[in-house]
């Protein structure tokens, strides 16, 4: 089945630092969703990818859709404490939504 | 965007019971997802609700365990039956729509199960 798998688990960051986390899919996908969950809460939808090569600007967020439409990426700049969470991607195909383990984002400050 | 309303928020439940969870949204949908997530673990599907049919399961989950029910449009109800400490997850119901950004699921606050 599909599977899209992401890296790193977890990733701490100086405050003011720049990250990027990845996502892989096993399987072309029709698009690639990103989620934010922070602690305690729910997801709560950031951005969809849909295009080869697709690149979407968010403030300090950029995320990249790969050519083959296997891979994504969510790079962030100048990590703020607000950025702390868990990061999710998703991909769709044959209509289901298959997420990715997540990236666990913690901020020093 | 939708605004979803998931009860209970929370609960702790004795084995072997069962927790009916429910989830209303502001406008009609077509489909409702349900998903679980285990302690600090990533969403799994485990169906899709569909008004007027029964809903599909995902590999690994079937009706006997999580009956769904979808009388209309705006509501579901997800039932975790015979409950064991295993299924202690937090349970979301989700709905797909144009968003900002584009097509992407909007959850609800979510229901966190503890079963002792």
């Known amino acids: 089945g599909q599977q899209v798998m992401q890296i790193p688990q977890y990733q701490h960051v100086q405050e003011g630092e720049d990250f990027t986390t990845y996502c892989n899919s096993s399987t072309t996908l029709s698009n690639i969703q990103w989620y934010k969950q922070r602690p305690g809460g729910h997801p709560v939808f950031l951005i969809q990818l849909v295009k080869s090569g697709e690149v979407k600007k968010q403030k300090r967020l950029t995320f990249q859709f790969g050519e083959a439409k296997k891979n994504s990426s969510l790079h962030i700049t100048a990590t703020q404490t607000t950025d702390v969470g868990t990061y999710f991607c998703?991909?769709?195909?044959?209509?289901?939504?298959?997420f990715g383990a997540g990236t666990t984002v913690t901020v020093r400050a | 965007s939708a605004v979803i309303s998931q009860k209970p928020s929370r609960d702790i439940c004795q084995r072997g019971t069962s927790l009916t969870i429910q989830c209303q949204v502001d406008s009609q949908v077509t489909m409702m997802f349900w998903y679980r997530q285990q302690p600090g673990q990533s969403l799994t599907l485990i169906a899709t609700a569909n008004q007027g049919s029964e809903a599909t399961y995902e590999s690994g989950f079937v009706i006997d365990k999580f009956p769904i029910s979808r009388p209309n449009l705006t509501f579901s109800t997800l039932t975790v039956s015979n409950m064991s400490p295993e299924d202690s997850s937090i349970y979301l119901c989700?709905?797909?729509?144009?968003?900002?950004?584009?097509?992407?699921?909007?959850f609800g606050s979510g229901t966190r199960l503890t079963v002792v």
């Open positions: 989700s709905v797909e729509e144009a968003r900002q950004g584009g097509w992407g699921y909007t």
């Open positions: 998703a991909g769709l195909r044959d209509y289901k939504l298959s």
